[in-house]
T-cell receptor, first 115, second 115 residues
Framework: AQSVSQHNHHVILSEAASLELGCNYSYGGTVNLFWYVQYPGQHLQLLLK??????LVKGIKGFEAEFIKSKFSFNLRKPSVQWSDTAEYFC?????????????FGQGTTLQVKP | DTGVSQNPRHKITKRGQNVTFRCDPISEHNRLYWYRQTLGQGPEFLTYFQNEAQLEKSRLLSDRFSAERPKGSFSTLEIQRTEQGDSAMYLCASRIRGDTGNTIYFGEGSWLTVV
């Protein structure tokens, strides 16, 4: 069965530090990959997604992620975090190669940015 | 607000009672999804609809759970004879069927506490 693994459960950074959150998935076929963010008290929002083409994907709020097929990874990065980036971050992959829209999520990473 | 709407936002119920959650997707979104999220975990897929047809149900969805989308618009998720293990946030999401690039939009969720 497909799975998504996020390596860091809780990350604490100071403002202006660089961020990289790890995400690995298990599926040998074509994948669509996503990073969602959940700010405190708010709903899940899409940060960025990869479907095909350039493996370096840019999203909102200065986030980017790189799809490395050989490593089954889709790590999220931001060069300089802000206090407002404090949130929970979820990596997700579509299930199977179809277009059902069903997502398999990782367990999430809580990011705390200290001012 | 034109996003995915869920209610009630919070529900506390006694074990053994039935509860029902409602989801209003973004208009014209013909795919609707239900997920469940427990503390410290990512969302887990429960079921999804295309218009009024329920196309798939997860094994997580026991016989006590039933979801409907009678007119292809709003959906309800009913849990009968609730158990403490049902305590979780129930998320609804919607998407336009079609291109793989379409985004899945999540609602703010309905928190269920079974006491």
């Amino acid at each position: 069965a497909q799975s998504v693994s996020q390596h860091n459960h809780h990350v604490i950074l100071s403002e202006a530090a660089s961020l990289e959150l790890g995400c690995n998935y298990s599926y040998g076929g074509t994948v669509n990959l996503f990073w969602y963010v959940q700010y405190p008290g708010q709903h899940l929002q899409l940060l960025l997604k990869y479907f095909s083409g350039d493996p370096l994907v840019k999203g909102i709020k200065g986030f980017e992620a790189e799809f490395i097929k050989s490593k089954f990874s889709f790590n999220l990065r931001k060069p300089s975090v802000q206090w407002s980036d404090t949130a929970e971050y979820f990596c997700a992959v579509n299930e199977g190669s179809g277009n059902t829209g069903k997502l398999i999520f990782g367990q999430g990473t809580t990011l705390q940015v200290k001012p | 607000d034109t996003g995915v709407s869920q209610n009630p936002r919070h529900k506390i119920t006694k074990r053994g009672q039935n509860v029902t959650f409602r989801c209003d997707p973004i208009s014209e979104h013909n795919r609707l999804y239900w997920y469940r999220q427990t503390l410290g975990q990512g969302p887990e897929f429960l079921t999804y609809f295309q218009n009024e047809a329920q196309l798939e149900k997860s094994r997580l969805l026991s016989d006590r759970f039933s979801a409907e989308r009678p007119k292809g618009s709003f959906s309800t998720l009913e849990i009968q004879r609730t158990e403490q293990g049902d305590s979780a946030m129930y998320l609804c999401a919607s998407r336009i069927r079609g291109d793989t690039g379409n985004t899945i939009y999540f609602g703010e969720g309905s928190w269920l506490t079974v006491v």
